[in-house]
């Protein structure tokens, strides 16, 4: 071996033995890994209704960065990311129309999903008119439908989930309550009609957490973290009654960079 090509040589290992020392050659490798393929799916509590800015070319789906799956994305780097979540979206919706970029390939997948098959907007826009017992019926029937039919539509949608992604880990996130009992709010809903409310949210989740982990799925509950955050708790992360009318009864910016993004980091 000549004389430069040894040095050469001595020099390339010094400068390895550094780098593996002083972890900057780790450190060089974890910038360029990317991270899991990731699909977020479902309704707008996961497209970000409620946070007020949303991506124009989404339309009415009212996809949002500041949704807890494209915070996630950004902080995360993916190595792809999907985002089909929307507005007013149904277990059939999700069934027809947002599940095409999943693959074998597909590494993460999150999902909310089964409050409007149960009749959410109905509940919330018959609740805030006058008169209790037509909010508690109303509450009362979609309790009623989330018992009987939501899990064989939510058995469906994981389902296909998995058929498409089977390898995939699949967090789905659940709902806050919505009201602080005995608050600050002094108008609108009777307590009675709060607490049905909250009551109905306990419910949902606990069908939905029953699904979703006899499917192998992760559920993120993030009642807890909403708990002090709730409408009337003075510093809420949901939106009241607001305009427009679709961001109503949705999680603002802070419910989900502080709510749900913490609930589907611990998930993942």
């Not at 020392?21 to 780790?26: E, Y």
């Not at 950004?74 to 095409?100: I, R």
């Not at 409050?115 to 909010?135: I, K, Q």
């Not at 009623?144 to 939510?154: K, S, Y």
Request: proline share 4%; aromatic share 8%; glycine share 10%.
């Amino acid at each position: 071996m000549k004389l430069s090509r040894l040095t050469a040589a001595v020099g390339a290992f010094a400068v390895s033995a550094v780098l593996a020392l002083t972890g900057a050659g780790t450190a060089h490798a974890s910038e360029n890994s990317a991270g899991p393929a990731f699909v977020a799916l479902g309704d707008s509590y996961s497209s970000g209704v409620g946070t007020g800015s949303y991506d124009s070319s989404s339309g009415g789906c009212k996809r949002s960065s500041k949704a807890y799956p494209a915070l996630w994305a950004a902080s995360h780097s993916p190595s792809s990311f999907n985002f089909t979540a929307c507005s007013g979206a149904k277990t059939a919706d999700v069934l027809n129309n947002q599940l095409g970029p999943l693959n074998s390939g597909t590494g993460l997948v999150s999902i909310s999903i089964g409050g409007n098959d149960a009749g959410f907007a109905d509940v919330m826009t018959t609740c805030v008119l006058p008169g209790e017992s037509a909010c508690l019926s109303k509450i009362a029937s979609a309790r009623t439908f989330a018992q009987t039919t939501l899990p064989g539509r939510l058995d469906q949608v994981y389902n296909a989930i998995s058929a498409k992604s089977p390898s995939a880990h699949v967090v789905v996130l659940g709902y806050p309550r919505f009201y602080k009992l005995n608050g600050s709010c002094i108008l609108g809903l009777t307590e009675a009609e709060r607490s049905a409310i909250n009551g109905a949210a306990d419910l949902l989740n606990s069908i939905t957490a029953k699904r979703a982990a006899d499917h192998g799925y992760s559920f993120a509950d993030v009642t807890s973290r909403f708990s002090g955050h709730e409408i009337c708790s003075g510093s809420a992360w949901l939106n009241s009654l607001t305009w427009p009318i679709d961001d109503s009864y949705h999680p603002n910016a802070a419910g989900h960079s502080g709510g749900y993004l913490p609930a589907f980091a611990a998930a993942v």
